[in-house]
């Protein structure tokens, strides 16, 4: 990473999407996805965001790139506030900013060839002439490991780890700074992933790429990424070097996630304690107060359903949002002396 220049910078960001109901079709609720999230992205590096479904990641992902409207707060790309712009006004940066989506099944037309998928953006921004594309798209498929004799052919003519790969090349056409790779390998085989994953970070050193890394999985994310934040139910709830993240997790829910992960050493894979969390992640439609983890947390305390914990930073370049972070070695609520949110509930 090159200095921190912050490419993408997020300030108190909300989306909430309103529930209609009713003969008159008024708001009756909203669901939470995105609540208040403060990040920034560093030029140059791999941002993993991970989290459940339903944690609000690809929600967040979609509406950096101005894919979804945003309700409060604002999304700065290059230091210009995108987030009153209009669709014209976004235009032009979008050749910066460019998605590979999670499903290399449902994201290619089955009606385009290839070269028509790949040439979509060039053409949308009017670049090149017929064979000038055609040439740029031959190139982009043997970036992508693909072979550039196949632009005549459909998406059913190849497998899902080389249809993702089309989509790589998509995404690449233009020449972007910044993409968001939402979920990129989970609906392929394991096998392919690590292709995938690699191409990923060759593409990123080759093209100086700077990526938001959306992922429910956090071993993978931990090869990819330089810092993983990671989200609860529309918050961000921790955040660090991947390292460091992987190594000494301080929010109770990242403990969690970390402790379902297999170790490759059976006999510490035996001894390891699993944190199973209780009850089910709350809906979004209807969050709990204060901290969203406190109806699953196995450090909970009264404070925790009364006053929601501030995002701050615990040591440096460590950030997480919870009252107890800084309990250690903590995997038992009644080694924490003092009242449980059990007697509260």
């Known amino acids: 990473m090159n ?23 008024r708001q009756v609720g909203a669901v939470h996805a995105v609540n208040d999230v403060n990040l920034q992205v560093y030029e140059g590096e791999t941002l993993g965001l991970v989290g459940e479904s339903g944690s609000g990641k690809t929600t967040l992902g979609r509406a950096i790139l101005k894919l979804l409207p945003i309700t409060a707060g604002s999304v700065e790309f290059e230091g210009t506030d995108i987030t009153r712009m209009s669709a014209g006004q976004v235009r032009p940066l979008r050749r910066q900013m460019q998605m590979i989506f999670q499903d290399p099944f449902g994201s290619l037309d089955p009606r385009m060839t290839v070269f028509q998928i790949v040439s979509e953006p060039l053409v949308n921004f009017d670049m090149g002439s017929k064979r ?23 998406p059913h003519e190849f497998s899902g780890g080389q249809r993702q790969r089309v989509g790589i090349a998509r995404a690449l056409a233009l020449r972007p700074k910044f993409v968001v790779a939402d979920e990129p390998v989970s609906a392929l085989d394991v096998s392919i992933q690590a292709q995938i994953l690699n191409l990923l970070e060759q593409l990123q050193s080759e093209f100086g790429l700077t990526f938001l890394f959306v992922a429910h999985n956090l071993s993978v994310v931990r090869h990819i990424s330089d810092r993983v934040a990671v989200m609860y139910l529309g ?12 190594a000494e997790p301080l929010h109770p829910y990242t403990q969690a996630l970390m402790s379902a ?21 709350p809906s979004p439609v209807n969050p709990p107060p204060a901290c969203p ?44 002396k003092g009242p449980l949110a059990q007697e509260t509930a």
């Open 293 to 336: 983890f406190h109806t699953r947390c196995f450090k909970a305390r009264p404070i925790c359903g009364q006053v929601a914990p501030a995002f701050e930073e615990k040591s440096p370049g460590h950030w997480a949002a919870c009252h107890f972070a800084e309990v250690p070695g903590v995997t038992h609520p009644e080694e924490i």
């Open 261 to 281: 992960i297999p170790l490759p050493d059976p006999i510490q894979e035996r001894k390891k304690e699993r944190i199973i969390l209780k009850g089910d992640m």
């Open 132 to 154: 000038e594309q055609k040439t740029q798209v031959q190139e982009l498929l043997r970036i992508v490991g693909l072979n550039p004799d196949h632009i005549n052919r459909y």
């Open 3 to 25: 200095g921190h220049n912050s490419i993408v910078d997020i300030r108190n960001l909300s989306i909430h999407f309103p529930i209609k109901g009713g003969f008159l079709g």
């Open 235 to 246: 918050h961000l709830v921790e955040l660090a070097g991947a390292d460091t993240l992987y």
